[in-house]
């Protein structure tokens, strides 16, 4: 069975801390590892990785993949409090007849100000 | 930017009912897909559909049925609702040729009382 694990389930951090929220995954038939931010409505699309060891950035965040390990992490540096959030990794299968994402149970972000 | 729309945003219904819940995917996105995302959960894929065609098949209960029209939009048909159907079922659109890269909708919130 397809399995998408993150850790920490949740975490407490202050403003300007730098946080690493990690995702592993066990898939068959995998594509592609995506990073949703969800505060209270729709998963908001923040990046998607096929390839490991390139790093994708877009501001404060960061991320990258690791298809040897199987696994991925998100970073955020000066966090604000405005990143807290339900952070949503998921994989992309490919199995015939069902090719969707597999989620996470998300980390859980609070950035204190 | 066009987002994705989903109407109604929410919706009381009483067990038995049935429901119809809509979705307008991002112009020139032809894949549509729904999840269920329960309280304190992970989204579920349920089902997608690509060119008016279902196209994969998650974890949709038979009571469920939905289909994809000729302006590329989509609705989600439940009936006999029980008071578990009660979630957040969102709705992703995607290009067939990018269909990992999925962007959600503001969901729809279905209270089953």
């Known amino acids: 069975e397809d399995k998408v694990v993150q850790s920490p389930l949740s975490l407490v951090v202050h403003e300007g801390d730098t946080v690493t929220l990690n995702c592993s995954y066990e898939?068959?038939?995998?594509?592609?590892l995506l990073w949703y931010k969800q505060e209270k409505k729709a998963p908001t699309f923040l990046f998607m990785l096929t390839s490991s060891g390139i790093e994708k950035k877009s501001g404060r965040l960061s991320s990258i993949l690791d298809k040897k390990e199987l696994f991925s992490i998100l970073n955020i540096t000066a966090t604000q409090t405005g990143d807290s959030a339900i952070y949503l990794c998921a994989a992309f299968v490919l199995d015939t007849g069902r090719r969707a994402l597999t989620f996470g149970s998300g980390t859980r972000l609070q950035v204190q100000p | 930017a066009a987002g994705v729309i989903q109407s109604p945003r929410h919706l009381i219904k009483e067990k038995r009912e049935t429901a119809t819940l809509k979705c307008y995917p991002i112009?020139?996105?032809?894949?549509v897909y729904w999840y269920q995302q329960g309280p304190g959960q992970d989204p579920q894929f349920l089902i997608s559909f690509y060119e008016k065609m279902q196209s994969d098949k998650g974890s949709i209960p038979d009571r469920f049925s939905a289909q994809q029209f000729s302006d590329y939009h989509s609705e989600l048909n439940m009936s006999s609702l029980e008071l578990g159907d009660s979630a957040l079922y969102f709705c992703?659109?995607?290009?067939?040729?990018?269909?990992?890269?999925?962007?959600f909708g503001p969901g729809t919130r279905l209270t089953v009382t």
């Open positions: 992703a659109s995607s290009l067939r040729t990018l269909r990992d890269e999925q962007y």
């Open positions: 112009p020139r996105h032809d894949t």
């Open positions: 898939v068959t038939n995998f594509r592609s």
